[in-house]
Protein backbone atom coordinates (compact mmCIF):
# COMPACT_ATOMS: atom_id res chain seq x y z
CA UNK A 1 0.00 0.00 0.00
CA UNK A 2 1.18 3.72 -0.71
CA UNK A 3 0.52 4.45 2.33
CA UNK A 4 -1.99 7.82 3.49
CA UNK A 5 -1.87 10.49 0.34
CA UNK A 6 -2.36 13.90 0.82
CA UNK A 7 -3.10 16.67 -1.66
CA UNK A 8 -1.58 18.47 -2.44
CA UNK A 9 1.53 19.03 -0.40
CA UNK A 10 1.77 22.78 -0.69
CA UNK A 11 -0.78 25.41 -1.58
CA UNK A 12 -0.79 29.48 -1.30
CA UNK A 13 -3.38 31.26 -2.00
CA UNK A 14 -4.95 34.64 -1.04
CA UNK A 15 -7.61 35.37 1.65
CA UNK A 16 -11.18 34.79 1.03
CA UNK A 17 -10.02 31.97 -1.35
CA UNK A 18 -11.88 28.67 -0.98
CA UNK A 19 -9.01 25.90 -0.32
CA UNK A 20 -9.90 22.01 -0.37
CA UNK A 21 -6.95 19.82 0.97
CA UNK A 22 -7.47 16.16 0.17
CA UNK A 23 -6.63 12.41 2.24
CA UNK A 24 -7.02 9.02 0.95
CA UNK A 25 -6.56 6.60 3.45
CA UNK A 26 -4.95 3.23 3.72
CA UNK A 27 -6.96 0.47 2.28
CA UNK A 28 -9.09 -1.42 5.16
CA UNK A 29 -8.58 1.38 7.77
CA UNK A 30 -12.20 1.79 9.16
CA UNK A 31 -10.52 5.59 11.44
CA UNK A 32 -9.65 8.69 9.68
CA UNK A 33 -8.16 11.42 11.16
CA UNK A 34 -7.53 15.16 10.37
CA UNK A 35 -4.79 17.58 12.77
CA UNK A 36 -3.50 20.52 12.59
CA UNK A 37 -0.19 22.17 13.38
CA UNK A 38 0.90 25.81 14.00
CA UNK A 39 3.68 27.11 15.95
CA UNK A 40 1.39 29.41 17.94
CA UNK A 41 -1.44 26.53 18.95
CA UNK A 42 0.59 23.28 18.19
CA UNK A 43 -0.94 20.20 17.36
CA UNK A 44 -4.52 20.12 17.39
CA UNK A 45 -6.94 17.07 16.25
CA UNK A 46 -9.53 18.87 13.93
CA UNK A 47 -11.78 16.00 13.28
CA UNK A 48 -11.97 12.24 13.13
CA UNK A 49 -14.18 9.71 11.37
CA UNK A 50 -15.35 5.89 12.14
CA UNK A 51 -17.11 3.82 9.39
CA UNK A 52 -16.92 7.72 6.97
CA UNK A 53 -19.48 8.60 10.04
CA UNK A 54 -17.89 11.94 11.69
CA UNK A 55 -17.70 11.49 15.68
CA UNK A 56 -16.34 14.47 16.60
CA UNK A 57 -15.74 17.75 14.89
CA UNK A 58 -15.37 19.51 18.45
CA UNK A 59 -11.60 20.45 17.33
CA UNK A 60 -13.13 22.85 13.68
CA UNK A 61 -11.82 25.66 14.90
CA UNK A 62 -15.27 27.48 13.01
CA UNK A 63 -17.68 27.27 10.15
CA UNK A 64 -15.40 27.93 7.87
CA UNK A 65 -14.46 24.45 7.97
CA UNK A 66 -16.16 21.59 6.68
CA UNK A 67 -15.09 18.26 6.18
CA UNK A 68 -16.35 15.37 4.67
CA UNK A 69 -15.70 11.67 4.09
CA UNK A 70 -18.39 10.54 1.35
CA UNK A 71 -16.32 7.18 1.23
CA UNK A 72 -13.99 5.15 2.84
CA UNK A 73 -11.45 5.80 0.54
CA UNK A 74 -11.18 9.60 0.22
CA UNK A 75 -11.55 12.70 2.56
CA UNK A 76 -11.69 16.20 2.04
CA UNK A 77 -11.03 19.54 4.50
CA UNK A 78 -12.70 22.42 3.28
CA UNK A 79 -11.96 26.03 3.80
CA UNK A 80 -13.92 28.94 3.16
CA UNK A 81 -13.43 31.47 3.05
CA UNK A 82 -9.83 31.07 3.98
CA UNK A 83 -7.55 33.71 6.55
CA UNK A 84 -4.07 34.04 7.10
CA UNK A 85 -4.47 32.28 10.85
CA UNK A 86 -5.24 29.13 8.89
CA UNK A 87 -1.64 29.14 7.96
CA UNK A 88 -0.63 25.68 8.87
CA UNK A 89 0.31 22.32 7.93
CA UNK A 90 -2.64 20.05 7.74
CA UNK A 91 -2.09 16.25 8.31
CA UNK A 92 -4.84 13.07 7.77
CA UNK A 93 -4.23 10.34 9.09
CA UNK A 94 -5.85 6.80 9.07
CA UNK A 95 -5.85 3.85 11.34
CA UNK A 96 -7.97 0.21 12.15
CA UNK A 97 -9.37 0.64 15.34
CA UNK A 98 -10.50 -2.53 16.60
CA UNK A 99 -10.94 -2.46 20.53
CA UNK A 100 -8.08 -1.15 22.28
CA UNK A 101 -5.81 -1.80 19.36
CA UNK A 102 -4.83 0.88 17.02
CA UNK A 103 -1.82 2.46 15.09
CA UNK A 104 -2.42 5.77 12.80
CA UNK A 105 -0.20 6.18 9.71
CA UNK A 106 -0.40 9.51 9.01
CA UNK A 107 -0.10 11.25 5.39
CA UNK A 108 3.11 13.68 4.55
CA UNK A 109 0.90 16.83 5.34
CA UNK A 110 -0.49 19.61 3.58
CA UNK A 111 1.46 23.09 3.86
CA UNK A 112 -0.66 25.69 3.52
CA UNK A 113 0.03 29.40 3.65
CA UNK A 114 -3.13 31.83 3.31
CA UNK A 115 -1.67 35.11 2.49
CA UNK B 1 -10.72 20.46 33.28
CA UNK B 2 -8.46 18.49 30.73
CA UNK B 3 -4.86 18.91 30.37
CA UNK B 4 -1.68 17.24 29.40
CA UNK B 5 1.57 18.73 30.80
CA UNK B 6 5.00 17.94 29.25
CA UNK B 7 7.17 19.98 31.65
CA UNK B 8 10.37 19.30 29.55
CA UNK B 9 10.44 21.48 26.81
CA UNK B 10 13.96 20.19 25.59
CA UNK B 11 16.09 17.39 26.33
CA UNK B 12 19.70 16.19 25.45
CA UNK B 13 21.42 13.00 25.60
CA UNK B 14 24.36 11.63 24.52
CA UNK B 15 23.79 8.68 22.34
CA UNK B 16 23.47 5.25 24.13
CA UNK B 17 21.86 6.96 27.34
CA UNK B 18 18.95 6.50 28.25
CA UNK B 19 16.42 8.91 28.83
CA UNK B 20 12.83 9.45 30.28
CA UNK B 21 10.10 11.61 28.40
CA UNK B 22 7.59 13.23 30.99
CA UNK B 23 3.73 13.30 30.56
CA UNK B 24 1.59 14.61 32.90
CA UNK B 25 -2.39 14.47 32.45
CA UNK B 26 -5.61 16.06 33.92
CA UNK B 27 -8.87 14.52 33.46
CA UNK B 28 -12.12 13.82 35.47
CA UNK B 29 -13.06 10.94 32.78
CA UNK B 30 -12.76 7.25 33.84
CA UNK B 31 -12.43 6.50 30.35
CA UNK B 32 -10.10 7.68 28.46
CA UNK B 33 -6.67 6.91 26.17
CA UNK B 34 -3.42 8.55 26.20
CA UNK B 35 -0.86 8.61 23.13
CA UNK B 36 2.41 8.96 22.26
CA UNK B 37 3.38 10.82 19.01
CA UNK B 38 7.02 11.45 17.25
CA UNK B 39 7.79 14.40 15.32
CA UNK B 40 11.46 13.93 13.71
CA UNK B 41 13.16 17.37 12.29
CA UNK B 42 11.57 16.02 8.83
CA UNK B 43 8.37 17.25 9.74
CA UNK B 44 6.20 13.91 9.48
CA UNK B 45 4.36 12.68 12.06
CA UNK B 46 4.52 8.87 13.59
CA UNK B 47 1.98 7.17 16.14
CA UNK B 48 3.93 5.92 18.92
CA UNK B 49 1.31 4.25 20.95
CA UNK B 50 -2.47 4.52 22.25
CA UNK B 51 -2.96 3.09 25.84
CA UNK B 52 -6.67 2.81 27.52
CA UNK B 53 -7.41 4.21 31.01
CA UNK B 54 -7.97 0.65 32.04
CA UNK B 55 -4.67 -0.96 31.35
CA UNK B 56 -1.87 -0.08 33.37
CA UNK B 57 0.53 -2.64 32.04
CA UNK B 58 3.35 -1.13 31.21
CA UNK B 59 4.44 -1.29 27.56
CA UNK B 60 7.59 -2.19 25.91
CA UNK B 61 8.35 -2.03 22.47
CA UNK B 62 12.12 -2.45 21.42
CA UNK B 63 13.76 0.40 22.75
CA UNK B 64 11.06 1.82 23.87
CA UNK B 65 9.01 1.30 27.24
CA UNK B 66 5.72 3.46 28.29
CA UNK B 67 5.16 3.61 32.31
CA UNK B 68 1.10 4.57 33.31
CA UNK B 69 0.46 5.53 36.11
CA UNK B 70 -2.99 6.56 37.12
CA UNK B 71 -2.00 7.49 40.71
CA UNK B 72 0.23 9.85 39.69
CA UNK B 73 -1.75 10.99 36.27
CA UNK B 74 1.42 9.94 34.50
CA UNK B 75 2.00 8.58 30.95
CA UNK B 76 6.30 8.61 30.46
CA UNK B 77 7.90 7.13 27.47
CA UNK B 78 11.68 6.17 28.25
CA UNK B 79 14.00 5.19 25.16
CA UNK B 80 16.28 2.91 26.36
CA UNK B 81 20.33 3.34 24.70
CA UNK B 82 19.37 6.32 22.69
CA UNK B 83 20.59 6.64 18.58
CA UNK B 84 20.85 10.01 16.91
CA UNK B 85 17.94 8.79 14.97
CA UNK B 86 15.78 8.99 17.90
CA UNK B 87 15.93 13.54 17.93
CA UNK B 88 12.68 14.30 17.58
CA UNK B 89 9.72 16.22 18.91
CA UNK B 90 7.76 13.87 21.27
CA UNK B 91 4.19 14.90 21.98
CA UNK B 92 2.01 13.37 24.93
CA UNK B 93 -1.92 13.88 24.09
CA UNK B 94 -5.14 12.30 26.01
CA UNK B 95 -8.73 11.62 24.21
CA UNK B 96 -11.29 12.09 26.80
CA UNK B 97 -15.07 10.78 26.29
CA UNK B 98 -17.58 13.08 25.48
CA UNK B 99 -21.22 12.23 24.75
CA UNK B 100 -20.67 13.40 21.08
CA UNK B 101 -16.93 11.71 20.92
CA UNK B 102 -13.70 12.32 22.20
CA UNK B 103 -11.87 15.15 22.30
CA UNK B 104 -8.12 15.10 22.24
CA UNK B 105 -5.73 17.30 24.19
CA UNK B 106 -2.15 17.73 23.03
CA UNK B 107 0.76 18.44 25.17
CA UNK B 108 3.49 21.11 23.77
CA UNK B 109 5.95 18.75 22.89
CA UNK B 110 9.17 17.43 24.10
CA UNK B 111 12.36 18.10 21.46
CA UNK B 112 15.19 15.68 22.45
CA UNK B 113 18.14 15.68 20.95
CA UNK B 114 20.43 12.83 21.12
CA UNK B 115 24.26 13.97 20.28
CA UNK B 116 26.34 11.31 18.82
Known amino acids: DAGVIQSPRHEVTEMGQEVTLRCKPISGHNSLFWYRQTMMRGLELLIY????????DSGMPEDRFSAKMPNASFSTLKIQPSEPRDSAVYFC?????????????FGPGTRLLVL | AQKVTQAQTEISVVEKEDVTLDCVYE???????LFWYKQPPSGELVFLIRRNSFDEQNEISGRYSWNFQKSTSSFNFTITASQVVDSAVYFC?????????????FGTGTSLTVIP
Open chain 1, 49 to 56: FNNNVPID
Open chain 2, 93 to 105: ALSATRPTGNQFY
Open chain 2, 27 to 33: TRDTTYY
Open chain 1, 93 to 105: ASSFIAGDLETQY
